[in-house]
C-alpha cells in the first residue's frame, strides 16, 4: 500500500495551484479551474505522492484550517538535501519565512508560508 494521494486546505485552490507550480516546482497532475479543482506532484517525484490542494469552504475545514495557521502549526513538511540552496531559492522568490533553517534533533529545518494560508516546514535530515 501506498499514500497516493494527500490533501492540504488552501483558501484559493488555483493561487495555491500558481504558488506549488510557479514558487515551489511542483508540476501539475489536474488542473481544472472551473471545478476549482488543483492537484501537483514533486517535479523530483513525478510518479508520487500528489497533493490535493482543497478549499477550505466547509466550516469544519475552516476552523481546522485557520486554527492551524494560527497556532503556527505547518500543515506539511518538504524534504530537500539542501535546505540552505532552497532557502535562497525561495527568498528570492519572495517567499515569507517564518523560520530561517534552524539546526533541529532530527536535521535543519525552517518553515514558511504558502500565501494560502499554511505553513510548510521545509525539512532536511542530517
Same mark, same amino acid.
Given at each position: 500500500?501506498?499514500?497516493?494521494?494527500?490533501? +492540504? #486546505?488552501?483558501?484559493?485552490?488555483?493561487?495555491? /495551484? &500558481?504558488?506549488?507550480?510557479?514558487?515551489?516546482? /511542483?508540476?501539475?497532475?489536474? =488542473?481544472?479551474?472551473?471545478?476549482?479543482?488543483?492537484? +501537483?506532484?514533486?517535479?523530483?517525484?513525478? !510518479?508520487?505522492?500528489?497533493?490535493?490542494?482543497?478549499?477550505?469552504? #466547509?466550516?469544519?475545514?475552516?476552523? =481546522? #484550517?485557520?486554527?492551524?495557521?494560527?497556532?503556527?502549526?505547518?500543515?506539511? +513538511?518538504?524534504?530537500?538535501?539542501?535546505?540552505?540552496?532552497?532557502?535562497? &531559492?525561495?527568498?528570492?522568490?519572495? +517567499?515569507?519565512? &517564518?523560520?530561517?533553517?534552524?539546526?533541529? !534533533?532530527?536535521?535543519?529545518?525552517?518553515?514558511?508560508? !504558502?500565501?494560502?494560508?499554511?505553513?510548510?516546514?521545509?525539512?532536511?535530515?542530517?
Amino acid at each position: 500500500m501506498i499514500i497516493a494521494m494527500t490533501g +492540504v #486546505h488552501v483558501d484559493d485552490p488555483l493561487e495555491a /495551484f &500558481r504558488f506549488y507550480t510557479e514558487v515551489l516546482g /511542483f508540476k501539475e497532475k489536474i =488542473y481544472m479551474p472551473e471545478a476549482w479543482l488543483a492537484v +501537483v506532484v514533486s517535479a523530483e517525484d513525478p !510518479d508520487g505522492t500528489t497533493l490535493l490542494l482543497e478549499p477550505s469552504t #466547509h466550516p469544519l475545514a475552516k476552523a =481546522y #484550517h485557520e486554527g492551524l495557521y494560527a497556532a503556527g502549526i505547518p500543515v506539511i +513538511v518538504l524534504g530537500t538535501a539542501d535546505i540552505a540552496a532552497e532557502y535562497e &531559492r525561495l527568498t528570492a522568490k519572495g +517567499v515569507v519565512f &517564518r523560520k530561517s533553517p534552524t539546526k533541529v !534533533d532530527w536535521g535543519i529545518e525552517a518553515i514558511f508560508e !504558502d500565501g494560502c494560508g499554511n505553513l510548510i516546514t521545509l525539512g532536511q535530515i542530517a
